[in-house]
Structures are given as structure tokens and as C-alpha cells.
């Protein structure tokens, strides 16, 4: 359970409170202790559903929730009520968010053996509450984009000792680009993009959305693939590309065995417009 | 008679509404306006309800919730829970204007932090108007009691004869 700091934005005149935080859980749960008029996801929420629970004196619980997500805010006053308490767990009636999405912050392959290096970004939750009046709610994130620094595949570790994942939140983006580059080297490399939609308790199976290969040769090289959630079927080079909304994408690169390591970078972006 | 509203209101002469509304300074000290405005920002507290302003004299309060509230305001001692009704609710980023004679309270109550902004300004005018009214009310009081005392018979002799009976009709 997280504290957030609404009420000193309250002391400090503003209109409203922003909880920017990295998710450390698929249980991580907030607690609000002001009273918003709306609340909606913030430009930088990976996660993109949010639950919304509040206290409400006609359930039978006292309690009512809500999902809010990119676009779909809620408009009308909560109340955080903290000189009353909830019948059914005694607590103080204050606003409790949580990721509605299941954040999968230590995924893991369900193959053995794992890759030898793993780079997880960081997924945040960006939640915006208004105090006085809403002018505008944005109705997408803002791009979501991670670039690596000089990756050095293959270069050994425990695990799978020539391959690096790297797991990066998607979280029903709709559009999704994957360029990797590669400075000159004799080692071949092969770079393998999936997706993970997750079910609660499990690490579920990755599916292939795309591959790259790099040669070895003296020359630098770079390629990109992009997709689309509404994209399926065959691309130019026969891949099956199933669309849809995923939780979690998979960049994989891999050198041939016993080749050595080689250099490598990565640039991610992801996008809730598809156009 | 004479002493209406408006011409009570007449009767308050500038010179005097100004001495009343200016104490007297210190000597060496410029002169103090008693009959100010105030204007702050005033943050609830969290559960029961607590005294807002006791009005030394009649004052216009004016009050804006600048945040989601709910934040409950009222004459009674006790408003609280905020929505319970004892109060009024204040409305998100609408200002609400109240007049309150001298001697009244204002009490407030919220179940968490809240920001109000506070504008009291006080109305000199009208207590003027309110000493006059309640003075001139205590004359035409005092003049019609001793109207009907002095108009009182004594006597039954003193009370004109009574009219004849009418008379039945076959």
C-alpha cells in the first residue's frame, strides 16, 4: 500500500495532483486521501487500465470501483472521507487505486534456460486527480520510447550465455516500432521481437510478432519492424503477425553460438495512435 | 409616520458612519479603518466541525472551495458528518455569499484537506440601519401603548349609547 501526497498539493494551491511512481507489483495498490472532481491516466502511464475503488454507502460492501484507461476518465467527485470508516474492512474511506492491467514486472520466459542478460524497463503508473474545474483530458499516452546504450550480446553470464532479452511495457499500445542497429562485426546476430498477453499467476508463452537478421560483415547495419494492433496475417517476408493488444514486448537478440559477443543498440517506441 | 426605512437610513450622516467606522489612533499612529476586509485562504481540517468566524458585527462572507471538498458550512454548533446535511455544501469553484447579523457564527466542517478562499467584508451600513430600525421600532412601540392607554374608557358611562335592536319584519 503507497501513500500518495494529494493533500499537499492542496496546501501548495494547485488544481490538481499528479502520482507518477514504477510499479514494483502486480498488487501495488495507492491510497488517495483527497477527494478528486475527475481522474484520468496521465501522459506517461504505461500501465493503461487503473482501477478505481471508492466508498460508497449504498453497496452492500461499501465499496464501488471503476476502471478508468487512456481517454475514458471519470468525471464526478469522489469523496475521500477520512472521518469515516468502511463497514467492511473498518478502514478510512479513502480512494484506493491499483493497475487494473497485470503488470509483469519480473517476467521470465517460461523456457528454460533463460537469457543470460535481462533489461526490464521500468513500468510506471501516471495518474492525474483534478481538484477544481477539468478543462481537457488528454485522450491518449504520450509515445512511450526507450533506447538502449551499447548492448554487448553474447557476452556470457549465467543462463542462456549468447542471448539478451529485453522486456518492455506495452500495455495495450496500438502501434509499436523495434530498430536495432549493429556496429561492424564478423559475429551474425539474430533479433527476435514477441509478445506476452499475461494471465494472472502465470509467465505466459511469448508470441513471435517478427525476426531480424544481421550478418557478419564490416559494415554497420540497422533495421526496423513496426506493427499495428490491428494488423494481422502475413507481412512481406511471410511472417505470421497477429494483432491485438499486448502486455509486454519481448526484443530478443541472440548471437550464433560460440561466434562471441558483438555490439549492439536498440530503440523502442511504442504508441496509442496507430496512424 | 415619518420614520421610515428610508428615511432612517438618511439619518445616518457621513461624518457619523465614518466615526463609527474609524476608531480612534494612538497618538502618532495613522489612522486605523475598523471596517476592513479580509481576505485569506482558509484550509479545512479533517472530522467535526470547527468555528469559521463569530461575526462582531454584520458582515457579508463570501467563500469559494477551490478543491473537490466535500466541505459543509452552517450556523450550528455541529455540521458534522460533512453530508449529513446539517450544513450546506459548498460548491466546487462557485463563490457563496452569506450575510450574517452581528452575534452570529459560522462553523465548518470537512472530512479531509480542503482549500477555501475567505472574503469577509463588513457592512456598517447595515448595522446602522438595524440600531435605527430597532430603535425607531421601540418608539412607535412605546407611542401606540400609551395611544391605547390614554384612548381607554374608564367607565361604562364614558362608552357611547348602544344602537337600537333591529326591529323583526313580519
Not at chain 1, 11 to 35: C, H, M, P, T, Y
Not at chain 1, 104 to 113: D, H, K, S
Request: with cysteine; charged share 20%; proline share 8%.
Amino acid at each position: 500500500m503507497h501513500q500518495t501526497q494529494a493533500s499537499d498539493e492542496v496546501l501548495r494551491g494547485k488544481d490538481f495532483w499528479r502520482l507518477r511512481q514504477q510499479l514494483e507489483s502486480a498488487g501495488d495498490i495507492f491510497e488517495i486521501d483527497e477527494s478528486v472532481i475527475a481522474l484520468y491516466v496521465g501522459p506517461d502511464s504505461d500501465a493503461a487500465d487503473l482501477k478505481v475503488t471508492y466508498f460508497d454507502p449504498a453497496q452492500p460492501n461499501g465499496l464501488q470501483s471503476a476502471v478508468i484507461s487512456p481517454g475514458t476518465p471519470f468525471n464526478g467527485r469522489l469523496d475521500a472521507l477520512l472521518d469515516q470508516a468502511i463497514p467492511a474492512t473498518g478502514q478510512k474511506a479513502r480512494i484506493l487505486v491499483q493497475p487494473a492491467d497485470i503488470i509483469g514486472v519480473t517476467y521470465l520466459r517460461p523456457v528454460l534456460p533463460q537469457p543470460a542478460v535481462i533489461v526490464r524497463i521500468p513500468t510506471f503508473i501516471d495518474l492525474i486527480g483534478v481538484f477544481g474545474e477539468l478543462i481537457q483530458v488528454p485522450t491518449q499516452r504520450s509515445d512511450r520510447q526507450f533506447r538502449t546504450p551499447v548492448l554487448t550480446v553474447g557476452a556470457g553470464g549465467t543462463g542462456f550465455p549468447n542471448s539478451t532479452d529485453i522486456v518492455f511495457p506495452l500495455y495495450n499500445r496500438r502501434c509499436w516500432s523495434v530498430e536495432v542497429s549493429r556496429s561492424p562485426s564478423a559475429v551474425s546476430m539474430d533479433v527476435d521481437i514477441s509478445a506476452v498477453r499475461l494471465t494472472p499467476g502465470a509467465n505466459n508463452q511469448p508470441v513471435s510478432l517478427g525476426s531480424m537478421s544481421f550478418a557478419g560483415i564490416s559494415v554497420e547495419q540497422t533495421q526496423s519492424l513496426s506493427f499495428r494492433a490491428c494488423e494481422t496475417g502475413l507481412d512481406s517476408a511471410d511472417v505470421q503477425r497477429p494483432g491485438g493488444l499486448w502486455d509486454l514486448l519481448l526484443v530478443n537478440l541472440q548471437t550464433t553460438a560460440g561466434g562471441g559477443p558483438t555490439p549492439a543498440s536498440v530503440a523502442i517506441t511504442a504508441s496509442d495512435r496507430e496512424g | 409616520m415619518p420614520n421610515t426605512l428610508a428615511t432612517a437610513a438618511r439619518k445616518v450622516s457621513a461624518a457619523k458612519e465614518l466615526s463609527r467606522a474609524v476608531p480612534k489612533a494612538k497618538p502618532g499612529e495613522p489612522a486605523l479603518q475598523k471596517n476592513h476586509t479580509e481576505i485569506y485562504t482558509y484550509f479545512t481540517e479533517i472530522g467535526g466541525t470547527q468555528l469559521l468566524l463569530t461575526a462582531q458585527e454584520w458582515l457579508r462572507v463570501r467563500l469559494t472551495l477551490e478543491t473537490a471538498g466535500p466541505v459543509a458550512v452552517g450556523t450550528r454548533q455541529q455540521i458534522d458528518p460533512v453530508l449529513s446535511g446539517k450544513g450546506v455544501l459548498l460548491p466546487v469553484g462557485q463563490e457563496v455569499e452569506f450575510v450574517l447579523p452581528r452575534g452570529d457564527r459560522l462553523f465548518i466542517t470537512a472530512a479531509s484537506i480542503n482549500r477555501v478562499k475567505f472574503i469577509t467584508e463588513a457592512i456598517p451600513w447595515l448595522q446602522a440601519i438595524t440600531a435605527e430600525i430597532s430603535k425607531n421600532a421601540s418608539t412607535i412601540v412605546g407611542a401606540l401603548g400609551s395611544l391605547v392607554r390614554r384612548g381607554k374608557p374608564k367607565s361604562a358611562a364614558d362608552l357611547p349609547p348602544c344602537p337600537p335592536p333591529p326591529r323583526r319584519g313580519r
